[in-house]
Nanobody, 123 residues
Framework: DVQLAESGGGSVQSGGSLRLSCAAS????????MFWYLRIPGKEDEMVAS???????WLADSVRGRFTVSHDRAKNTLYLQMNALKPEDTAMYYC?????????????????WGKGILVTISS
């Protein structure tokens, strides 16, 4: 199994930036897509960004124009660059991997996910 580990979280003021990293334990030769989602207590989990193996990216309306998602294949790492952060971006952020299928028809179910990283934005 692939292990995913997030890093780069922390506390910043509104308007600041953070870059989250999601390092995979090994090269993933074939997968459908990887994505970032956030979790806020009392709310449903929300996918905010994704990237397919072939480079197709998607961003939620709430973060489009502020966040970008990228991947460094040599480092087996997925990134989430977060700019112009707002207090409502405060959440636990997780990265996840879906291996089966061909984007955009990825198989249901998550094959691997990280333990999450806390992002706190103060006003």
């Amino acid at each position: 199994d692939v292990q995913l580990a997030e890093s780069g979280g922390g506390s910043v003021q509104s308007g600041g930036s953070l870059r989250l990293s999601c390092a995979a334990s090994r090269l993933i030769a074939s997968y459908c897509f990887m994505f970032w989602y956030l979790r806020i207590p009392g709310k449903e989990d929300e996918m905010v960004a994704s990237r397919s193996r072939d480079g197709d990216t998607w961003l939620a309306d709430s973060v489009r124009g502020r966040f970008t998602v990228s991947h460094d294949r040599a480092k087996n790492t997925l990134y989430l660059q977060m700019n112009a952060l707002k207090p409502e971006d405060t959440a636990m952020y997780y990265c996840a991997l879906v291996e089966g299928g061909y984007y955009p028809s990825c198989e249901d179910g998550i094959d691997s996910w990280g333990k999450g990283i806390l992002v706190t934005i103060s006003s």
